[in-house]
């Protein structure tokens, strides 16, 4: 499903922001933090950085479409690194363009492979329903990651919202209902299938692409 954003939707956000890395043309592919491997990796900093207004544009719309699915939470988290302005926009849109007032945010820090929160933080969390947003949905292990930290802490996740689904669509995530502005999956290859006829196979370069 492709939600436009004014003129810009988020392929060609992401497309104007060079945040497509192809690694055909760098000589590379990128491993993720569910350990797939992919020649494509998307870089939705690049996008906050390049183009700050139509990272804000693609939020808006983002949130427009949580709000009109009438899902409900009192805090929203953004994943580290790419989730945080978006988290921040999130929450500046929500309470400018809707009823339900200014929301608190709080920032999944990442921890090397794992995130956590930090310990003042905690209290916001405690006995919350909370919106975990991303740029990125790839297998959903940082976000499965970030989810697990919210019981700990007394708090709820209710939904995951992102800009892009590059992985199979869903509607769920454990527990959480999935929205996505955009889906269109992108191939990825477990270790084993990239060292059997992938670009491991190659010798290609492997780098750490994002979340
Ligand atoms: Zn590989």
């Given at each position: 499903m492709i939600f436009e954003v004014g003129r810009v939707n988020v392929r060609e956000a992401f497309h104007d922001a060079s945040a497509i890395h192809d690694g055909k043309k760098r000589g590379e592919h990128y491993l993720f933090a569910s350990g797939l491997h992919s020649m494509v990796f998307l870089d939705g900093e690049n996008v906050h950085e390049i183009s700050p207004?139509?990272?804000?544009?693609?939020?808006?719309?983002?949130?427009?479409?949580?709000?009109?699915?009438g899902i409900s939470f009192d805090l929203?988290?953004?994943?580290?690194?790419?989730?945080?302005?978006?988290a921040h926009d999130f929450s500046k849109h929500l309470a400018?363009?809707?009823?339900?007032?200014?929301?608190?945010?709080?920032t999944a820090q990442k921890n090397g492979t794992g995130h956590y929160i930090r310990r003042v933080a905690l209290d916001l969390v405690m006995s919350k329903d909370v919106l975990i947003v991303d740029d990125i949905l790839t297998a959903g292990t940082s976000v499965r990651r970030t989810?697990?930290?919210?019981?700990?802490?007394?708090?709820n996740p209710?939904?995951?919202?992102?800009?892009?689904?590059?992985?199979?669509?869903?509607?769920k995530l454990e527990d959480m209902e999935v929205i996505a502005l955009y889906e269109e999956e992108l191939?990825?290859?477990?270790?084993?299938?990239?060292a059997e006829r992938g670009p491991c196979s190659r010798k290609v370069k492997l780098v750490h692409g994002g979340g």
């Open positions: 207004t139509v990272s804000s544009g693609l939020t808006r719309r983002l949130m427009e479409t949580v709000d009109d699915r929203i988290v953004g994943v580290a690194n790419g989730g945080i302005v978006i400018t363009m809707t009823e339900r007032g200014v929301l608190p945010v709080v989810a697990q930290v919210y019981p700990q802490a007394g708090g209710i939904a995951l919202a992102v800009w892009w689904n590059r992985g199979k669509p869903i509607s191939p990825t290859l477990t270790r084993e299938e990239c």
